[in-house]
Each structure stands twice: as structure tokens, then as C-alpha cells.
């Protein structure tokens, strides 16, 4: 079985994209297990902080995306681009910079997220790319999954109701689970 390390983008506690990521988790097929990790405790990046030892939040996340085959990053948009929380995750994740092979290198990727606009998350998950190459992993393009209007398909207890996004959201998770296998077979 193939383990992912599923990371929301967002703080929120009422997060869609922390909703999609419990709905993914719930979804995955038999063969893929997905942990759902948070960005709480991650501090701003600083390099005078680094200088001083890595913070425990970071240290332990950076720990477990090694020991995993892969990872699902659940994004929100903000500004049509990456959400700077996300993305100070990743700036500490791949600190030093000698770690990234270590911790991100060749994993398959899947990037999916949503939004409460009309436009679901297209212009996230594209500015995603140009730090996965940096980090060195494979995002999966088999798929796509932009959910908008997410209002409307998350209740009040951020439950995935909409039977249309479940359905979507399967089809995503089987083919990422494939593409997961089929790295994990070329190493």
C-alpha cells in the first residue's frame, strides 16, 4: 500500500480545501492511504531562525513526507496564485537546500483544491508547477480537479456532499494511485 502525506493550504478551520483533503482521505481507493497533515506550528521562514535549528514543526513534516511514497497538496487560491502560508511550508520543507532529494526527491504529486469562486483553483495548481520541478517530484497531470463554488458542495460541517464532486474526486484519487504505483515501479 502507498502512503501519501495530504497537506491542506489553508489555516482556516472551516477550510474547503482541509474539507477536500478529510473528503480525500475518506475516498482513496484500497491501495492508497492518504494522512492528512496541517501547516500549524510552521513558523515564517527566516534564515536567521534556520540558523538556529530547524523548528520541530518542520522537522517532524519534513520526517514523514521522507518516509512517504508520495503527496496530495490541497490548495487553496489567493490572488490567483499560491496561498503564502503553502507556499512557506514548502520554502522551510526544502531547507537546506542539500535536503531536498532526501525529502521530495521524485515523488509523485497530485494537486487538487477548491474555491468558493467560479474558477475553482486552475491558477493555484499552475503556479504549483514551477516549484515542483524545483523540489523535484512528479506532479500527476492525468487529471484535473478544480471544485468550485465550494459553498455549495461542502454542508455546514464541511461533509463532501455533492455526489457529482465525490464521483470526480474518486476518479482523481484512482488515477493518482496508479500514477503513485507506476513511480514508486520505476525507482
Not at 480525500?24 to 531562525?49: H, W
Not at 530547524?54 to 511514497?69: F, T, W
Not at 496564485?81 to 509523485?108: E, M, T
Request: hydrophobic share 45%; glycine share 12%.
Amino acid at each position: 500500500m502507498n502512503t501519501l502525506i495530504g497537506i491542506s493550504g489553508s489555516l482556516r478551520h472551516h477550510s474547503y480545501n482541509t474539507a477536500l483533503l478529510r473528503a480525500a482521505v475518506e475516498l482513496a481507493p484500497a491501495d492508497l492511504r492518504i494522512e492528512a497533515v496541517t501547516l500549524t506550528g510552521i513558523p515564517l521562514y527566516d534564515g536567521d531562525v534556520e540558523a538556529e535549528g530547524m523548528p520541530a514543526a518542520v522537522s517532524a513534516l519534513k520526517e514523514r513526507i521522507a518516509a512517504a511514497q508520495g503527496l496530495l497538496f490541497v490548495t487553496p487560491e489567493y490572488n490567483q496564485s499560491i496561498p503564502g502560508v503553502f507556499k512557506n511550508a514548502i520554502d522551510w520543507l526544502s531547507r537546506p537546500g542539500a535536503d531536498i532529494p532526501r525529502v521530495f526527491g521524485d515523488k509523485p504529486v497530485g494537486i487538487i483544491g477548491a474555491t468558493p469562486g467560479p474558477a475553482g483553483t486552475r491558477l493555484s495548481q499552475t503556479a504549483w508547477l514551477p516549484v515542483c520541478r524545483a523540489l523535484g517530484v512528479h506532479p500527476w497531470l492525468g487529471k484535473q480537479l478544480y471544485v468550485a463554488g465550494a459553498g455549495q458542495v461542502f454542508d455546514a460541517e464541511g461533509k463532501l456532499t455533492d455526489p457529482k464532486i465525490q464521483k470526480l474526486l474518486g476518479e482523481y484519487l484512482q488515477g493518482l494511485s496508479r500514477f503513485v504505483t507506476l513511480v514508486q515501479g520505476s525507482r
